[in-house]
């Protein structure tokens, strides 16, 4: 959760996190989400930072590495 946590705390909460399989990332994203949301005053900004972060995340990781374009031919021989 997000609030009077320490910066030290949260980076190794990422640390951690990013060395989770894709689907538990998801699943700790949905967690988060789903505290928030049992709050009485909702908090709607850290819900929605944690949404577009768990998104994009998800995103990317579909996404996969860029692939390479072939080299162009010159149209001139060597000869």
């Known amino acids: 959760m997000m609030g009077p946590t320490k910066l030290g705390r949260i980076r190794a909460e990422l640390r951690q996190a990013f060395e989770m399989p894709d689907a538990e990332l998801f699943a700790w994203f949905n967690r988060q989400l789903g505290d928030l949301g049992q709050e009485p005053n909702g908090k709607a900004a850290e819900m929605a930072t944690l949404r577009l972060l768990r998104d994009a995340l998800v995103k990317e990781s579909k996404?996969?590495?860029p692939r390479r374009r072939a080299?162009?031919?010159?149209?001139?021989?060597?000869?």
């Open 63 to 65: 996404r996969g590495a």
């Open 71 to 79: 080299p162009r031919p010159t149209g001139r021989s060597k000869s």
